[in-house]
Antibody
């Protein structure tokens, strides 16, 4: 069974940093690109970042480019999202997600982790 | 950026009725479209991909259609468990983008 178990998150001050982790199991992790999607309270879904299976290519939304860094450790089957220079606008539930197959449609999703940016 | 528009913010529907949700892309995305269902407090669930292929375990009452810029998700006979938010997502171009969502609520 494919599982994505997230950790990290919590409360950060504006300008601060947090790191999210997503531990994967049940599939060959290094064979799949992985992504982060977020959802602000009461709002819709917003794609944040993706990384190829080998970790050599990364993609970012304009809203986080230059502040967030996606990475992965294929030896640990773990995906990361380093979030720096956080603002209140980054407050959201963050999900990691695996593509179903070829193409970036997501299934399954991690359980989500809440990031709150507030002073 | 491909802007995805779900023009119906809320649909009020009675159980057993047929409901059609719309999603429009600002430029052609072929059939690189997915639909997700999300219930309050839960993670999104993939319903459809390739515009018309049901994901594993999705009941046959869900169907999808469309290509290019216009897409629809149809639920043939709404069940109580189908009241939720629905999001479309294009994966033809970077950045990946989602529609704003449609809430299907009980009438």
């Amino acid at each position: 069974e494919v599982q994505l178990l997230q950790s990290g998150g919590g409360l950060a001050q504006p300008g601060g940093s947090l790191r999210l982790s997503c531990a994967a199991s049940g599939f060959t992790f290094s064979s799949y690109a992985m992504s982060w999607v977020r959802q602000a309270p009461g709002k819709g879904l917003e794609w944040v970042s993706s990384i190829t299976g080998g970790g050599t290519t990364t993609f970012y939304s304009d809203s986080v480019r230059g502040r967030f860094t996606v990475s992965r450790d294929n030896s640990r089957n773990t995906l990361y999202l380093q979030m720096d220079s956080l603002t209140a606008g980054d407050t959201a539930i963050y999900y990691c997600a695996k593509p179903l197959s070829l193409g970036n449609m997501f299934d399954p999703w991690g359980q989500g982790t809440l990031v709150t940016v507030s002073s | 950026e491909v802007v995805m528009t779900q023009s119906q913010a809320t649909l009020s529907v009675s159980p057993g009725e047929r409901v059609t949700l719309s999603c429009r892309a600002s430029q052609s995305i072929s059939t690189s479209l997915a639909w997700y269902q999300q219930k309050p407090g839960q993670t999104p669930r993939l319903l459809m991909y390739g515009a018309s292929t049901r994901a594993s375990g999705i009941p046959a009452r869900f169907s999808g259609s469309g290509s290019g810029t216009e897409f629809t998700l149809t639920i043939s006979s709404l069940q109580s468990e189908d009241f939720a938010f629905y999001y479309c997502q294009q994966y033809n171009n970077w950045p990946l983008t989602f529609g704003g969502g449609t809430k299907v609520e009980i009438k």
